[in-house]
């Protein structure tokens, strides 16, 4: 077995003993730490135990996803919605949009699901007609919308103002010169956002996204404020109040919001991964040519600069 | 160089394009600039006419006027004998179309960009397949089967799978020419189209266009490539500070130029 290269290199590492101390310390302090939760008598894990798959707290988890992802869902779409709008020629839905944000992130979600909780108070009855005109259809609000939904769309409402401008950022992230081709192809303008400007902007939106939904996830334990009673939070808490051990019952609520958050991580991850198609480092091609291998990285330079490419001259002087 | 500039509707037959008058003003008030400053110019239909000028002369902006990426200030656009952008009814009021109809008009118009400008995120194949599946209303085994047709015409058979990313820059914009080609243009418009390109890559790009020239493509091409203007070009134009200067054939506006912004140009470039 012949080595190609002669005289192959053979050295010492640069002794790093600094390296060895900082893992010593870190490590002695997590079992510190991880020592001090498992043998501390009042986090009774012998009652974590019993209570991390009780039907009650599984239950819970499931009302916990459901807000979550619902209300995710509900304001991707207004988030969409809002995003354009705001981009429009039409200074009255700039406005609106503007206003909506300006107002949803500017309260404390707390106070906001407060008055959703509220609506049947203020708003006994909700009608569907012309205003100071007449009615075409009405219902008694507390008929209709429920703690249930009261909380959804009170997380829903607050959370598309915020994705909203995460939307945006991620439209204004694609090149115009996108848009521009499809038009030139003769695509609508409805058809050149949904098929080229919003899968390239997605790749943009979803990781904060991501953040988002993780967020959200904790967030749900605020509607108690409506009062919604049927999530994780609520019911771990009057579950731990019941048995006079409020402690495990908290323990067993981060669990499951640990675990969650991981799985949510594992898709966002996917999502990640599928609307980075196109855009992924692995350009083999363009490395396997060899070669001209430092050309296309200038000629990328060159046009992201986007100053020197209009000269006339630049291709024809030597 | 016929100057046919009579502002009429319907362009003789045998008239592609029929520019007339066209002036372009960016901004307003203090702040404008006038870019184009009255641009006549016919292009009989299955020429080749070569827009050459220095930069900031206008000739990428006169590219979008004639489909409509930038609208006029001043001028009509006539294209295969249909105004661009406008309509004249019978009292002689002008009306601006409707999106879709001027969405419509851009589709017999082809335009291959400096910078690409492929969909990154959809495959070589995709990338040709769109419009027809989105604007025309192929079926996906039709569009499919004439990708793979104008993937093979422009020399990428082997790459319909590939994401722009991972192909050279003169791949990609012979990918970008196929995309054009896919909705059946009748007019191909190419502003600088191997600008952007290593000098051994703009061999392939020209290679390609000239094939569509000798198919009897009616085009308008910008560019600095002299050899490829006097190969290929019926007419040459120069253009500066925002008109024509000069317009004919190659042998005359090349080789024996009459004005003298023209002859200093030509020594730049050459
Ligand atoms: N959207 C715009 N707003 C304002 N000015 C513009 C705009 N687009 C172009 N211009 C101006 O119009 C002039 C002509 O630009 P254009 O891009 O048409 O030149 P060009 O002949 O294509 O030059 P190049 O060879 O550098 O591409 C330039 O001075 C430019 O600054
Ligand atoms: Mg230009």
């Known amino acids: 077995m012949s080595d190609p290269i002669p005289n192959r290199i053979h050295a010492r590492g640069v002794p790093r003993p600094g390296r060895w101390v900082g893992a010593v310390v870190v490590v002695v302090i ?17 009652t974590v135990w019993l209570y991390l798959r009780d039907i009650v707290v599984i239950r819970a988890i499931g009302w916990t996803l459901i807000l979550t992802v619902g209300s995710m869902a509900l304001a991707v779409v207004m988030a969409v919605v809002l995003a354009i709008m705001r981009r429009s020629d039409n200074p009255v839905l700039r406005g609106v949009s503007w206003f909506y944000i300006w107002f949803f992130r500017g309260t404390p979600v707390y106070v906001q699901l407060v008055f959703w909780g509220l609506i049947s108070v203020l708003y006994p009855r909700l009608s569907i007609g012309i205003p100071f005109g007449p009615e075409f259809f009405a219902f008694t609000t507390k008929d209709v919308i429920t703690a249930f939904w009261a909380a959804l769309l009170g997380l829903a409402f607050n ?6 401008e995460i939307v945006r950022a991620g439209l204004t992230s694609v090149d115009p010169g996108q848009a521009e081709a499809a038009k030139a192809l003769g695509m609508k303008d409805a058809t050149i956002l949904r098929r080229i400007v919003l899968p390239q902007a997605m790749r943009v939106i979803v990781p904060p996204t991501g953040n988002e939904t993780i967020s959200m996830l904790k967030t749900t334990s605020l509607v108690t404020a409506v009062p919604f009673t049927l999530d994780l939070f609520y019911a771990t808490n009057a579950i731990g109040n019941r048995l006079y051990q409020t402690v495990p019952l908290l323990v067993i609520a981060s669990i499951w919001y640990l675990v969650i958050t991981s799985i949510l991580m594992v898709g966002q991850s996917y999502l990640e991964k599928y609307y980075g198609r196109g855009f992924g480092t692995e350009s083999s091609a363009r490395r396997r040519r060899g070669g001209p291998g430092g050309r296309p990285s200038r000629q990328a330079a060159i046009a992201a600069a986007g100053t020197t490419t209009d000269d006339p001259f630049i291709e024809v002087t030597p | 160089m016929t100057a046919d500039t009579r502002p009429t509707a319907a362009a003789p037959a045998d008239l592609m394009v029929e520019l007339t008058g066209i002036h372009k003003e960016f901004g307003h008030g203090h702040g404008a600039v006038h870019v184009l400053r009255g641009v006549d110019l016919t292009v009989p239909r299955g020429s080749v006419t070569v827009i050459l ?3 900031g002369s206008g000739k990428s902006t006169l590219l979008r006027c004639i489909n409509e990426l930038e609208d006029i200030t001043a ?13 004249l009814d019978d009292k002689g009021v002008l009306h601006r179309l409707h999106p879709k109809v001027i969405a419509r008009q851009r589709r017999r118009i082809g335009m291959v960009f400096q910078r690409f400008h492929l969909f990154p995120h959809l495959t070589a194949a995709e990338n040709v397949m769109e419009a027809p599946l989105r604007v025309r209303g192929l079926s996906k ?11 093979h015409r422009v020399g990428l058979s082997d790459r319909a799978g590939h994401y722009p990313a991972q192909l050279s820059g003169g791949q990609q914009q012979r990918v970008a020419i ?3 080609l896919a909705m059946d243009p009748e007019l191909m418009l190419f502003d600088e189209p191997t600008s952007a390109l290593d000098p051994e890559l703009v061999g392939e790009v020209l290679a390609v266009m000239k094939d569509l020239a000798k198919s009897g493509m009616t085009m308008i091409v910008v560019t600095h490539e002299i050899g ?8 040459v134009v120069f253009m500066d500070q925002g008109v024509v200067v000069e317009q004919g054939p190659p042998s005359a506006v090349l080789d024996a130029p009459r004005e003298r912004r023209t002859r200093d140009f030509l020594a730049h470039v050459l």
Request: aromatic share 8%; proline share 2%; net charge negative.
């Open chain 2, 228 to 235: 490829f203007a006097r190969e290929v070009a019926d007419d």
């Open chain 2, 178 to 180: 196929a995309r054009a």
């Open chain 2, 53 to 55: 000028g220095p930069s």
């Open chain 1, 159 to 164: 959370e598309a103002a915020y994705l909203a």
């Open chain 2, 75 to 87: 001028g009509s656009v006539v294209v295969d004998g249909e105004r661009m952008g406008y309509r």
């Open chain 1, 30 to 46: 997590a079992a510190m730490a991880i020592h001090g939760l498992v043998t501390n008598e009042t986090f009774r894990w012998d």
């Open chain 2, 141 to 151: 085994d039709d569009a499919r089967a004439q990708a793979e047709e104008l993937l």
